[in-house]
C-alpha cells in the first residue's frame, strides 16, 4: 500500500531564527566528528552521557526541536514524550545541556564548577532511534542504490510502503537513514500539543526537489 499520506519528513522550522545560523551549537568532544546526524542504529561509543551545546536562550524557549549545527534531532521532553504517547519506537535518549550563550565563559560556573543561575538548561534530550524499518517502496521509487551496502545514496522520487503493523510515530528507513519521519497520527500529536520548531514535508514536496 502506497503511503504517501500517512507519513510526513519531519524538518526543522528555521523561521525564528532571525540573524542567528543555529539555535544550538554542539561544544565539541573527541568523536564528535563521527555523530552527525545521530542516524544510526549502533553504538556511539564517543558519545559522552550528557552532550552539552551553547544556544540563545531567547529563540531556544520558544521551540522544540532546536536546529543545531550538527543536526542531531534533538527534542524537548515534552516533544518526545508526546510522540512516545503516541506509540513506542526503541530510542536512546542522552541527555543534553543547552548553556546560555549570552553568559561569557568565566560567568557560567561558580569555584565549585556549579552553574550559575540561567546558565543551564536541561528540558532537551538527543534522540537516537535503534531501530529503523524496511518502509522503502523498490519498485516505484527512483534512487540510485549502492550494490555493496544496499543503502540508497540518491532519491529524486520517494514511495513508502505501509508495514504490516503500520508506521511508528517517529522513524528513520532502513535503505536510507538520513531522512527523519513522522506518520500522520504523530504529526497530529504534535500539532495538538503546540509543539513549536517543526515542519512537516509531504513526500510529495520531496519528490519535486
Known amino acids: 500500500m502506497n503511503a504517501t499520506n500517512e507519513v510526513y519528513i519531519l524538518e526543522w522550522d528555521l523561521s525564528h531564527l532571525g540573524d542567528d545560523i543555529y539555535d544550538a551549537e554542539l561544544i565539541k568532544f573527541s568523536g564528535w566528528e563521527n555523530t552527525v546526524g545521530l542516524a544510526l542504529t549502533e553504538d556511539y561509543f564517543s558519545l559522552p552521557q550528557k552532550v552539552y551545546f551553547e544556544a ?59 552553574a550559575n543561575p540561567g546558565v543551564e538548561n536541561y528540558e532537551f534530550v538527543a534522540v537516537q532511534l535503534l531501530n529503523h524499518i524496511e518502509a522503502l517502496d523498490r519498485d516505484h521509487s527512483v534512487c540510485e ?37 513522522v506518520s500522520s497520527s504523530g504529526r497530529l500529536a504534535l500539532e495538538n500539543a503546540g509543539i513549536q520548531g517543526v515542519l512537516f514535508e509531504s513526500l510529495a514536496d520531496f519528490q519535486l526537489r
Open 56 to 114: 540563545n536562550f531567547q529563540t531556544l524557549n520558544t521551540v522544540d526541536f532546536p536546529y543545531n549545527n550538527v543536526r542531531w534531532p534533538i527534542m524537548s521532553k515534552r516533544m518526545l514524550s508526546t510522540l512516545l504517547a503516541v506509540g513506542s519506537f526503541p530510542n536512546k535518549a542522552t541527555p543534553i545541556v543547552m548553556v546560555n550563550d549570552t553568559f561569557i565563559s568565566k560567568a557560567r560556573y561558580d569555584e565549585q564548577g556549579i
Open 145 to 181: 542504490i549502492d550494490e555493496e551496502s544496499l543503502l540508497v545514496i540518491d532519491v529524486e522520487y520517494l514511495v513508502l510502503k505501509k508495514p504490516q503493523e503500520g508506521f511508528p510515530p517517529l522513524f528513520r528507513l532502513a535503505e536510507y537513514p538520513v531522512l527523519l519521519f
